[in-house]
């Protein structure tokens, strides 16, 4: 059985388009609403000589819910998602209880699920939603900065993700990218 990794929202594909080449024996399947974006990983893939990327234009929710089967992702990224970042439209972000409810019943048990963000509140968001849905380990547990104490719990950066634009931008303007591992608990 090849392992599948599934990234929610690839972007401009470099992240998946790199790791595909890297891990030629894995299939990645990349979701992602924006067209140029597709088409710009399908060209990468292709540059990159990777037979192993598949690519479905649609929303997160739908694939999540009809597309994948149960328990049957090995690897699931979600790599700066739109940040929403006035308060109004925090409800329009994506990692909330009801995606972590989807994300649980589509990833195996053991399965690793890789998220950053460059924007601290919803880093902090993400790891509050996540952790008090129960089902998913934190690989780097730590509590969250107070006064006291420093900032514990993220990931270090995951050297399987290459430097897309996107970060170099955020890193730029002076945003520290955040990253976070769970395992999908298999009790």
């Known amino acids: 059985n090849v392992p599948l990794v599934v990234e929610i929202g690839s972007g401009l594909g470099e992240a998946m388009a790199h790791r595909a080449a890297e891990v030629p024996e894995h299939d990645f399947l990349a979701v992602e609403v924006y067209t140029p974006g597709l088409a710009d990983l399908l060209m990468k ?3 990159n000589g990777s037979q192993n990327v598949r690519a479905v234009q649609a929303n997160a929710p739908e694939v999540l819910d009809h597309f994948l089967e149960p328990a049957s992702v090995d690897e699931m990224w979600v ?3 739109d940040p929403w970042h006035k308060k109004k439209h925090h ?3 994506l990692v909330s209880a009801h995606f972590v409810d989807q994300v649980a019943s589509v990833i195996k048990p053991g399965g690793t699920w890789r998220l950053a963000t460059d924007w601290q509140e919803y880093a902090i968001q993400m790891r509050q939603v996540i952790e008090a ?5 934190n690989l780097n547990p730590g509590p969250l900065a107070t006064d006291s104490a420093p900032d514990q719990g ?3 950066r995951w050297e399987g993700r290459t430097l897309t634009s996107f970060e170099r931008k955020a890193r730029e303007a002076g945003r520290i990218p955040r990253d976070l591992t769970y395992r999908r608990r298999t009790d």
Request: charged share 35%; net charge positive.
């Open 133 to 137: 849905d129960g089902r998913f380990e």
């Open 91 to 93: 409800k329009r972000r």
């Open 45 to 47: 893939s292709a540059a």
């Open 154 to 156: 993220w990931a270090p």
């Open 79 to 81: 790599f700066f998602p």
